[in-house]
């Protein structure tokens, strides 16, 4: 592993114990309907891994340990910060 991608990885895991800190506290929390309709746009986002298929068409879930392929975020805690943005700018 390149010196890169090593403080790359640091970077996230700071990242994420802080964003957890915070949700845990109650800290930076956006409201309930907020936080649904992120979770919504993410359940049909491709870089949403892993996700659930429901059996109904173009339908997936989000698992509590779904990530975000372009940040490595847990989505479940990025979607309920407020100072979390979308890396794609869909929310
Ligand atoms: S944060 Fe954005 S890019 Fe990442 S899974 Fe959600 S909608 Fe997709």
């Known amino acids: 592993m390149g010196l890169t991608a090593y ?4 970077r996230v895991l700071v990242r994420g114990a802080l964003g ?3 949700a845990t506290v ?3 929390r956006v409201g309930e309907q907020t936080f649904v309709d992120r979770k919504r746009i993410c359940a049909s986002c491709e ?3 892993p996700r659930k298929a429901t059996g109904i068409q ?3 879930l989000l698992t509590p340990m779904s990530r975000c392929k372009d940040c ?11 100072t979390e943005r979308c890396p794609r700018g869909k929310w």
Request: proline share 0%; with cysteine; glycine share 12%.
């Open 72 to 82: 490595h975020c847990l989505i479940q805690l990025k979607t309920s910060l407020a």
């Open 26 to 28: 109650g800290v930076d």
């Open 20 to 22: 957890v800190s915070r």
């Open 7 to 10: 403080l790359e990885g640091a």
């Open 47 to 49: 870089a949403a891994s």
């Open 58 to 60: 173009g339908l997936k």
